[in-house]
């Protein structure tokens, strides 16, 4: 869905945005607990800079030919991936307290950075394998990583400052794009606890509307594809940003189903062991 170059002009796009949007904030508002556990405003904006430094030079590098693990790291795929992301979060933390007061300032600089770490890249370096901790991924899938990264977490701290917090309709797509090849399985795993395998087809609306299955349980991971004449086990309906903020583990199936958020057919019992 979109060309490399395509995507890098919507996250240099999409990055500006957010930057506008939190010129706005009042001072009190950078210190608001965001939706992302552990974290205020101020550490999720922290995070998202952050993420210049960790992505940038890993895409730069693999469009020039090395997706390598870079020296000091362990090789892509390698590590308790639950624990690097519980340490992540006292990372962001860390990072946003060495600010002090000028993190607007700084965030608009390394956007900037950002935009010329990607200023190197042609459409031919779609497919070009990249390092990354979780595993390795294309360039393709590093740009649609960054779209999600700023999608997900604008989301984290407009959702707590104001009503009805609308995902950007432009990077949806990217995000759907990414889920089955980086998220879903590696990031999310909803049958983890579950001793049988099941298949989970979720029809989506709006945005991005389609038909996905997730193949979860019976001890093996996750894995997400495009619905086909496979028989499911249990159907859930909703429009794609609720699938976004389910995935991300930002509202549980539990509270999506009492909220009537998303509407479920076929074997309903297994609606309480997805994802628990």
């Given at each position: 869905?979109?060309?490399?170059?395509?995507?890098?002009?919507?996250?240099?796009?999409?990055s500006?945005?957010?930057?506008?949007?939190?010129?706005?904030?009042?001072?009190?508002q950078?210190?608001?607990?965001?939706?992302?556990?552990?974290?205020?405003?101020?550490?999720?904006v922290?995070?998202?800079m952050?993420?210049?430094?960790?992505?940038?030079?890993?895409i730069?590098?693999g469009?020039?030919g090395d997706?390598?693990?870079?020296?000091?790291?362990?090789?892509?795929?390698?590590?308790?991936?639950?624990a690097?992301?519980?340490?992540?979060?006292?990372?962001a933390v860390?990072f946003r307290?060495?600010?002090?007061?000028?993190?607007l300032?700084?965030y608009n600089?390394?956007?900037t950075?950002?935009?010329?770490?990607?200023?190197?890249?042609?459409?031919?370096?779609?497919?070009?394998?990249?390092?990354?901790?979780?595993?390795?991924?294309?360039v393709?899938?590093?740009?649609?990583?960054?779209?999600?990264?700023l999608?997900?977490?604008?989301?984290?701290?407009?959702?707590?400052?104001?009503?009805a917090?609308v995902?950007?309709?432009e990077?949806l797509?990217s995000?759907?794009?990414?889920?089955?090849v980086?998220?879903?399985?590696?990031?999310?795993?909803?049958?983890?606890?579950?001793?049988?395998?099941?298949r989970?087809?979720f029809?989506?609306?709006?945005?991005?509307?389609g038909?996905?299955?997730?193949?979860?349980?019976?001890?093996?991971?996750?894995?997400?594809?495009?619905?086909?004449?496979?028989?499911?086990?249990a159907?859930?309906g909703?429009?794609?940003?609720?699938f976004?903020?389910?995935?991300?583990?930002?509202?549980?199936?539990?509270?999506?189903?009492?909220?009537?958020?998303v509407?479920?057919?076929?074997?309903?019992?297994?609606?309480?062991?997805?994802?628990?």
């Amino acid at each position: 869905m979109g060309s490399v170059m395509e995507k890098v002009q919507l996250v240099k796009a999409e990055s500006a945005r957010i930057g506008v949007y939190l010129k706005t904030l009042k001072p009190e508002q950078w210190s608001i607990p965001s939706a992302c556990d552990a974290w205020e405003v101020q550490d999720v904006v922290a995070h998202v800079m952050g993420a210049v430094e960790r992505f940038g030079p890993n895409i730069v590098r693999g469009a020039g030919g090395d997706g390598s693990a870079p020296e000091g790291m362990p090789e892509a795929g390698v590590g308790d991936m639950a624990a690097r992301l519980r340490a992540n979060a006292q990372v962001a933390v860390d990072f946003r307290e060495s600010l002090g007061g000028e993190i607007l300032n700084i965030y608009n600089k390394e956007m900037t950075r950002f935009d010329e770490f990607l200023s190197v890249l042609t459409d031919a370096d779609k497919d070009k394998p990249c390092y990354h901790p979780a595993g390795t991924i294309t360039v393709e899938t590093y740009l649609n990583l960054r779209l999600t990264e700023l999608i997900v977490h604008e989301w984290d701290i407009r959702s707590r400052l104001e009503e009805a917090t609308v995902m950007s309709a432009e990077s949806l797509p990217s995000i759907m794009e990414m889920f089955p090849v980086f998220v879903v399985g590696r990031l999310f795993d909803p049958g983890a606890n579950m001793p049988v395998s099941a298949r989970f087809r979720f029809e989506l609306t709006g945005t991005v509307a389609g038909s996905h299955d997730i193949i979860a349980g019976g001890g093996q991971k996750a894995m997400m594809e495009s619905a086909s004449d496979k028989r499911p086990d249990a159907i859930f309906g909703c429009d794609t940003q609720t699938f976004v903020l389910l995935v991300y583990g930002r509202l549980s199936m539990e509270q999506l189903l009492a909220d009537g958020l998303v509407v479920a057919s076929g074997d309903t019992s297994l609606s309480g062991q997805f994802g628990c």
